[in-house]
């Protein structure tokens, strides 16, 4: 199970019998780049000159650094064996569920960039629920693996009057 720092973990209702196989949110990639402009411009800013144009790129680099952590923090993705839950938001949450029973299949979608991050755009495709894609997913081969996993071979559900 992917353990999620308490500050970012959402709360989450298990329904009966339901377990948690898996949570994640959005790779904090874009957070890094920001925090990684930050402190370069710091640096060169504050080892010569003090110019207007390090301290425009200290503020882009502030930025890019809040946006990055908004964006990190503001979806979580927990999977059970009965469904998938998106909760997003930071003072008033919602949540989307998709049930696994309606999903017939699952795509995942990584360049060679996000097979280095460890991180992917995860598509739902099912019976009666509108196709869904994930996109910027950590462990996004582990999550579409679980999903899998989840899947029911059996097509009788699907048919059954």
Same mark, same amino acid.
């Given at each position: /199970?992917?353990?999620?720092?308490? /500050? ?41 000159? /003090? ?76 019976? *009666? ?19 899998? *996993? ?12």
């Amino acid at each position: /199970m992917n353990v999620i720092h308490p /500050m970012i973990s959402k709360k989450f209702d298990k329904k009966e019998g339901e377990e948690i196989l898996l949570r994640s949110n959005q790779h904090p990639s874009i957070f890094y780049g920001g925090l990684v402009f930050l402190i370069y411009n710091i640096a060169v800013t504050f080892s010569g000159e /003090m110019n207007i144009a390090g301290v425009i790129f200290i503020v882009v680099g502030l930025i890019w650094a809040f946006v990055g952590f908004l964006k990190w923090t503001y979806k979580e993705y927990v999977l059970t064996n009965k469904r998938l839950a998106i909760i997003s938001g930071y003072f008033y949450l919602q949540t989307e569920e998709y049930p696994l029973n309606k999903v017939d299949n699952v795509s995942l979608y990584q360049n060679w960039l996000d097979k280095l991050w460890d991180k992917g755009i995860v598509t739902l495709f099912g019976i *009666s629920i509108q196709t869904r894609r994930i996109k910027g997913l950590k462990s996004a081969e582990r999550f579409k693996d679980a999903i899998h *996993s989840q899947l029911s071979v059996d097509s009788e559900p699907y048919f059954s009057s």
